[in-house]
T-cell receptor
Framework: DAKTTQPTSMDCAEGRAANLPCNHS???????VYWYRQIHSQGPQYIIH???NNETNEMASLIITEDRKSSTLILPHATLRDTAVYYCIVSITDSGGYQKVTFGTGTKLQVIP | KAGVTQTPRYLIKTRGQQVTLSCSPI?????VSWYQQTPGQGLQFLFE?????QRNKGNFPGRFSGRQFSNSRSEMNVSTLELGDSALYLCASRWGLGANTGELFFGEGSRLTVL
């Protein structure tokens, strides 16, 4: 599986955009980029995913570089409730058609009032 | 649509005992996976079941086992409990296993304390 690298922690002012980077320089053509977040003591929550194109939903936007070696999750207007650990995952589908999802250590985002 | 349900939410056991945790997936989801989360090791993959068959397994000893029933509900069992098994055990479901099916829905977890 492609390895991802994320900063250990980040701060963001409330109301500002939070931009969380992720490097995945060894990503392959059939590997998707997924983002999850985990608020303290809760189960992880799916945020968004993409393959090549940028994606947007009601929670966030995902910007994937043209060479697919990195991506950025954007929370447009961060609130205190967005304080969480954010996981960037690159998921490969193997020759048997099985897509494995493996979590790394993530980025701890602290939204500051 | 009901979410993923895990029971029990909290439990305390002593070393040497065994424990069984239960997970009911979202209706229509045929895959259930289990994760162990500890402060030191983060989210560690245990195993995944699909249509009652184990499809993938993480690097855990044989004391950790699981199964899935015909209604997609799943159980995991840990035998001969050790202090290091104290953790939050998370269950997740998804509708399939192939490409573009990585959207996992997690339960709130079962927090196990081993004394």
């Amino acid at each position: 599986d492609a390895k991802t690298t994320q900063p250990t922690s980040m701060d963001c002012a409330e109301g500002r955009a939070a931009n969380l980077p992720c490097n995945h320089s060894t990503i392959s053509g059939n590997e998707y980029v997924y983002w999850y977040r985990q608020i303290h003591s809760q189960g992880p929550q799916y945020i968004i995913h993409g393959l090549k194109n940028n994606e947007t939903n009601e929670m966030a936007s995902l910007i994937i570089t043209e060479d697919r070696k990195s991506s950025t999750l954007i929370l447009p207007h961060a609130t205190l409730r967005d304080t969480a650990v954010y996981y960037c995952i690159v998921s490969i589908t193997d020759s048997g058609g099985y897509q494995k999802v493996t979590f790394g250590t993530g980025t701890k985002l602290q939204v500051i009032p | 649509k009901a979410g993923v349900t895990q029971t029990p939410r909290y439990l305390i056991k002593t070393r040497g005992q065994q424990v069984t945790l239960s997970c009911s997936p979202i209706s229509g989801h045929r895959s259930v996976s289990w994760y162990q989360q500890t402060p030191g090791q983060g989210l560690q993959f245990l195993f995944e079941y699909f249509s009652e068959t184990q499809r993938n397994k993480g690097n855990f000893p044989g004391r950790f086992s699981g199964r899935q029933f015909s209604n997609s509900r799943s159980e995991m069992n840990v035998s001969t409990l050790e202090l290091g098994d104290s953790a939050l055990y998370l269950c997740a479901s998804r509708w399939g296993l192939g490409a573009n099916t990585g959207e996992l829905f997690f339960g709130e977890g079962s927090r196990l304390t081993v004394l």
